[in-house]
C-alpha cells in the first residue's frame, strides 16, 4: 500500500512540475518582439492570482505532505535513538 502512494506522489509531483514548465515557457515574458516589455504590477498580479492559481495549489499541497512526511520520520528516528540510548525494549514503551 505504501509502494501505491509513494508511487503516485511521484507522478503527481512529475505531472505538475511538467505543467510549472509549460505554464512558465507559454508566459508573457517569452512571447514575441511586440509584447516584451514586462508586465506592470497588476498584470503581474492577474497571472499569478489567476492564471497560476491551481498549479501552485497542488505545489502547495505536495509540499505540505513532503513536510509532513518528514517531520513523522524524525518523530520516528529520535523515539528510536531514545529507545536505544535508555535501553528500552518494545514491550516496556
Known amino acids: 500500500m505504501m509502494g501505491l502512494a509513494q508511487t503516485f506522489i511521484r507522478i503527481l509531483v512529475l505531472i505538475s512540475a511538467t505543467i510549472l514548465v509549460v505554464l512558465i515557457t507559454d508566459s508573457m515574458s517569452f512571447?514575441?518582439?511586440?509584447?516584451?516589455?514586462?508586465?506592470?504590477?497588476?498584470?503581474?498580479?492577474?497571472?499569478?492570482?489567476?492564471d497560476w492559481s491551481i498549479p501552485l495549489l497542488i505545489l502547495g499541497c505536495i509540499l505540505a505532505m513532503a513536510m509532513i512526511g518528514a517531520s513523522y520520520l524524525i518523530r520516528d528516528e529520535r523515539r528510536t535513538n531514545l529507545e536505544v540510548e535508555m535501553g528500552w525494549t518494545e514491550g516496556e514503551t
Open 31 to 50: 512571447a514575441d518582439e511586440e509584447n516584451s516589455a514586462a508586465p506592470d504590477t497588476s498584470e503581474m498580479a492577474k497571472e499569478i492570482l489567476i
